[in-house]
């Protein structure tokens, strides 16, 4: 995956891909090897370290149209890099289809994974669900950061677990 081809208006948007999100790289490294005994093909699960994320969404920032905030991926990325400075770890996953999509998440949840958002051409789906999750809803730009996903906020940042090692 070239993540160069996979953006709308500046800022990373991998349609037709999961991004998961991982507290630390041994999870992440658990849940690429899920993956690959269900038979993902390797070439179709790409790893991100807190350290490649941190860089790249600092880099969609810099380079984003104003036409990101039009919809959630300028909102998502923001939550993604407080997540990478608390040391969290990606794994992106190119997926056929919606019933593979949550195969594949329930396959991560097991392994540890927070969150498995599926891009879609217009909309981005929460496909881990948690006990405390609000009900997923349409949102505004004008609404902040995904409410799920925690963002740069003081009271959103003692939400997020602390880091579970390297």
């Known amino acids: 995956m070239d993540p160069q081809k996979q953006r709308a208006f500046g800022v990373f948007k991998p349609i037709g891909h999961i991004v998961a999100s991982f507290p630390n790289s041994n999870l992440a490294q ?29 880099a969609d920032l810099d380079r984003a149209s104003p036409l990101a905030g039009v919809g959630q991926e300028l909102n998502l990325i923001k939550a993604h890099r407080v997540l990478a400075e608390h040391g969290y770890h990606w ?9 593979q999509a949550r195969l ?14 599926l891009y879609g051409r217009f909309m981005i789906e929460e496909l881990i669900s948690h006990p405390t999750d609000l009900p997923q809803v349409k949102d505004s730009p004008d609404s902040g950061l995904d409410a799920l ?15 579970g090692g390297q």
């Open 30 to 58: 658990q849940g690429k090897n899920e993956l690959e005994v269900l038979g993902i093909a390797s070439a179709d699960i790409h790893s991100y370290t807190d350290t490649e994320m941190l860089a790249q969404i600092d």
């Open 91 to 99: 794994l992106v996953i190119r997926v056929i289809d919606d019933s």
């Open 104 to 117: 594949i998440a329930g396959k991560l949840c097991t392994s540890g994974a927070e969150r498995a958002q």
């Open 149 to 163: 996903t925690p963002s740069g906020t003081e009271e959103e940042r003692a939400l997020i677990r602390p880091k």
